[in-house]
């Protein structure tokens, strides 16, 4: 087995890095010596000098390894046997030092952004800016954008992740450091009340140290949802209603005359408390908890800036002639306040009947209540009618100034959050619907032995089922636990819908799904509770059905169960109903697990050109799904890029996106950040709709099919690791955290759908996140290597021709550059020396030499590959944002995987010892905020 010190195992990162410009980088580079430098001093103040020396030790040590001037060895010494109540501060520290070197590296990316504006400077791809002029050259037509854009979306879906687990207290007191280190930024010394900006980061940084990062019990889903709503006080609120206004009004101002994006484009939407797949802790009291918390915080938010607007709206009838409207508003206000103000009367009567809402909807109340026996509002959009008057009423006074402030944010928030906040999406895996539904024709006496049945026969049985509107349940039905908790989920989310309207509970998503029945089943489910009928000449169903395809064969045989599904003349009513639209969901993280990278990115790309296909002969609008993590390995990577790499035909001016875990925070825990992307995500999107961004035009053919035979390849070699080499779910299990993560409190949900030994039924976030914490990354570039290799040996012409079909194929098509793009990334984050430390913890020799030594080998092959193609020595040459923090952070990484192998070492002997468990938690945090996409 080859050894730490083997070339071959040194950090990327390690590897000429001196392009990377120092000048350009300084001020960032200061920021960071400020942070640890007012962190060493809370540590040694705090927790004493040899603690202090130890992380100062280890700080030095890391800087010396990545220098090559000590073995690697000798680092991991200074650890053996330490003292856990030694361990644990240290660890603390270089975790603290991860989130403080996140604010620093966000900041200076507003800095660097900044310079570019002043400087003149064109504006960069991924903004609207730049989009703006892209569509501005193409000269469109208003006919074919507004077609286009039809129903346009783009939605991001928080999911919940067992990485992020940080308190909501570590969340708030980072925010102010982020603020603070802007005004620093800015050239400030003092804040606004005339503090000294120094002082107040010491104070932070020491709530910060006092604080714990983690919590000691086990999370549970009522956290996760707590987790996920409170990004939209941070952020969400204040930049989704801004981005959506400013992107209408400049389509508008393009294309006049079209009433292009009359629904708001960015609609957030949550898996939290809803996806059930492998989860019993999501029962329908988490479903109306989830639900209901979102309604709770957008109702919040409405009256808190109801009630400012009233103090601000202070404009006298003695002074201003208001509108018909408005005086009908403030005369319905039966208090005797303000008499010559008719704005706050008007605000006060809004405010009243919102709180009757809030009384008649919520099971909790919210602040800033204000009763006056109005009657409450049916639906947002009679809010949305009376803050629209308030805006006429205030323009024809020339108040247009004002109407453009407070009172547009809330108009447009309104507009796009509704009463519901966000989408929350159901999820459950195919095989129990099947056991579900089986009982309740059984019980019904359709029919006694569903599972029996072929596809054919199950799917007549099924149709002709949707088809009555005879209930299968009486209310004396006798159900296993199973079925009845099915059914009380989707019970919930009528309850979700009646209270809070049909965007409360968009979309049923069923995972594995794998033939029209699967389909069909969840349609039987839906029918039950009142969410489905398709009985008459209208159908109703408010809730789409997504059929998520997750597996390799599974994504090759979308494009026909989707066919098959719209030749159903009833499930094509429904499909009639929703607009004519369908979303397919694509699972990235599954068919990778199954696969290897190359092969599921390829498998994916295959079946968004199928899909596409299918979608324009029926004429339906196809709307995709993509389930990606924060990994490479999930999917993950750039999402501008992204978007651009998908096929033609496959945006079609719609796109939903799950986020997961540190990457939620990475994207969206401040205004700026959410700003970026949700710009990120809007512009990739019009220009994936409007433009031509394959590119490939005469030669796409021949270059699918390079691409059918690498990835095949790729495969090939990828299960012959993973699935075909003996022990290997062994030495993953010993070489990884794995099996912490399923016995340790992270997340809410098992790490596995069932107990198994199987890959196959692990799930895909641990299986990535373990990879990940070993910094082996394997799920992010394995088999690639391999594959290209044999390829570019395999043809009838010469090597250098077939060298030079990659190397076009990299300079041409988005997809195959993201590919490689991002594969980059993966590999420049791995470090197969630190790797080579947990794989001392597989105590068989010979496995361990056989598996890791493959593993070495291919990481080797594929670093060369990735140059051959590119033509770039270095991995980062195209991500300078990823080089410099891989420069400037990654030796502090160092000190906590070797924390993490000693701990796990101690536990796997038997230590019971309960600060070595909590600190290989710590340790898991620590290194996942580093990473910042590690599952």
Known sequence: MAEASDPALEPIGAVQRTQVGRKATEPMRADIRLLGT????????????????????????????????IDRAQMSAMFDGIDIHLAIPIIRAFSHFALLANVAEDIHRERRRGIHVEAGEPPQDSSLAATYAKLDRAELDSATVTDALRGALVSPVITAHPTETRRRTVFVTQH???????????????TDDGRSIELELRRQVLTLWQTALIRLSRLKISDEIAVGLRYYPAALFEVIPKVNAEVREALRARWPGTELLAEPIVRPGSWIGGDRDGNPNVTAEVVRLATGSAAFTALSRYLAELTDLEQELSMSARLVTVTAEVTALADACPDGVHLDEPYRRALRAIRARLTATAAQILDEQPQHRLDLGLPPYDAPAELGADLDAIDVSLRTHGGALIADDRLALLREGVGVFGFHLSG????????????VIAELLAWAGVHPDYASLSEDERVELLAAELGTRRPLLSDRARLSELAHQELSVVEAAAHAVARYGPAAVPNYVISMCQSVSDVLEAAILLKEVGLLDVSNSEPYTPVGISPLFETIDDLRNG?????????????????????????????????NKDGGYLAASWAVYQAELALAEVARKTGIRLRLFHGRGGT???GGG???????????????GSLRLTEQGEIIAAKYAEPELARRNLESLVAATLESTLLDVEGLGDIAEPAYAVLDEVAALAHRDYRELVHDTPGFVEYFKASTPVSEIG?????????SRKPTESIADLRAIPWVLAWSQSRVMLPGWYGTGSAFEQ????????????????HELYERWPFFRSVLSNMAQVLAKSDLGLAARYAELVSDEALRRRVFDKIVDEHRRTIAMHKLITGHDDLLADNPALARSVFNRFPYLEPLNHLQVELLRRYRSGDDDELVQRGILLTMNGLASALRNSG
Not at 41 to 58: M, W
């Open 38 to 69: 007012i962190l060493g001093d809370t540590v040694r103040e705090q927790n004493g000098d040899e603690v202090f020396d130890l992380v100062e030790r280890a700080r030095v040590e890391a800087f010396r390894v990545r220098r090559s001037e």
């Open 176 to 190: 102010r450091i982020t603020q603070l280190m802007r005004l620093r930024a800015e050239g400030h010394s003092e």
């Open 424 to 435: 929350l999406d159901l999820r459950q895996n195919s095989e129990v619907h099947e056991q």
């Open 559 to 591: 494009a026909a169960i989707l066919h098959a599904m719209l030749e159903l003349p009833l499930y094509r009513a429904l499909v009639t109903a929703r607009g004519d639209s369908q979303e397919v969901m694509l699972g990235y993280s599954d068919s």
């Open 632 to 634: 490479v390995g999930r």
């Open 638 to 652: 750039p999402s501008y890029q992204a978007i651009l790499a998908q096929p033609p035909g496959a945006v079609n």
């Open 743 to 751: 016995s340790l409190n992270i997340g809410s949900r098992p790490s």
């Open 791 to 806: 390829w570019i040996a395999a043809g009838p012409e010469s090597e250098s021709d077939r060298v030079e079909i990659l």
